[in-house]
């Protein structure tokens, strides 16, 4: 059954799992403000929050299949390397729903798209994110997650329509989360840690960016601006690989050495973060 009005779609810049820590950086408060917009947003539903459908750049299906996580334990994979021991250390407490999983692979199925059931820990595209934005003392998400593959490929139109083809929960008090990097370029980042130097892509690229989502109308027109930004010639300097794009108004931005931290939200909220 529909509500009466859709819940906002967001992407959120991750970053790696050093943000929980770093609690002066601006994304670190950014983040934190949109979870609370989300959790009051979830609190708003009638009958009370459902759950919350997560897309990480951090894990990949099959060139032609997405998976879905049906798992309902709370497991973490510490997808990360080089770290000091206590990150590998860190709980974020949550619970998966086999109810909300099968629903999602039941829109797949009927927009034509192959998708399969698995068992599996969230990863950090997901929890370290939401630790940040989800305190679990003071701004807990009180909602299930269920954690959706993208596919193994860089093809924006299947990408595309993987979005479309969950677009209804929206209408039934769910949640749509996307998790990946506005720019992001490990490689690059070790030029620019001695003298933080923004690096001039992170810059164009970063408006780019805003430029597609922003100032476009929903649908084919912002689809088709969308498909322009992958072929950029800055594009593959700011994205190495497509996974961090990929997952994709935007509410908050910082650019910084080779990464942009930029948020983004489609469709209204009560209050302005």
């Given amino acids: 059954m529909a509500t009466t009005a859709k819940t906002p779609i967001y992407f959120i810049s991750h970053g790696g799992p050093n943000i929980m820590y770093d609690t002066l950086h601006p994304a670190f408060s950014a983040l934190g403000r ?7 947003a979830l609190a708003a539903v009638p009958g009370g929050a459902k759950g919350v459908v997560v897309f990480s750049a951090h894990w990949q299906g099959g060139k032609n299949r997405v998976l879905v996580n049906v798992d309902e334990g709370d497991g973490l994979i510490y997808d990360f390397y080089g770290f000091p021991d206590h990150y590998y250390k860190e709980k974020y407490p949550h619970s998966g729903s086999r109810e ?3 629903k999602v692979l039941g829109l797949l199925e009927n927009a034509g798209i192959k998708a399969e059931g698995v068992k599996r820990d969230i990863d950090h595209g997901v929890w370290a994110g939401f630790k940040c934005m989800f305190d679990p003392e003071k701004n807990p998400l009180k909602a299930p997650i269920v954690q959706v593959s993208l596919y193994d490929n860089e093809d924006a139109e299947k990408h595309y329509n993987l979005g479309k083809a969950v677009a ?3 209408e039934q008090g769910y949640m749509v989360v ?5 720019v992001h370029n490990l490689r690059d980042l070790r030029f620019t840690l001695g003298t933080k130097k923004t690096l001039d892509y992170v810059h164009t690229f970063d408006a780019a960016l805003k ?3 922003a100032d476009t109308k929903p649908g084919e027109e912002r689809k088709h601006a969308m498909e322009e930004l992958l072929k950029r010639p800055d594009a ?3 994205h190495p690989e497509f996974d961090h794009l990929l997952p ?5 931005t910082f650019p910084e050495m080779s990464m942009s931290w930029a948020q983004y939200r489609f469709g209204e909220v009560n209050a302005e973060v």
């Fill in 211 to 213: 430029a597609a989502v």
């Fill in 34 to 40: 949109l979870g609370t917009q989300i959790t009051a």
């Fill in 248 to 252: 994709i108004y935007r509410v908050w």
């Fill in 178 to 182: 996307c998790s990946g990097m506005a």
């Fill in 168 to 170: 209804s929960l929206r």
């Fill in 236 to 238: 593959r300097k700011a």
């Fill in 100 to 102: 909300l999983a099968e």
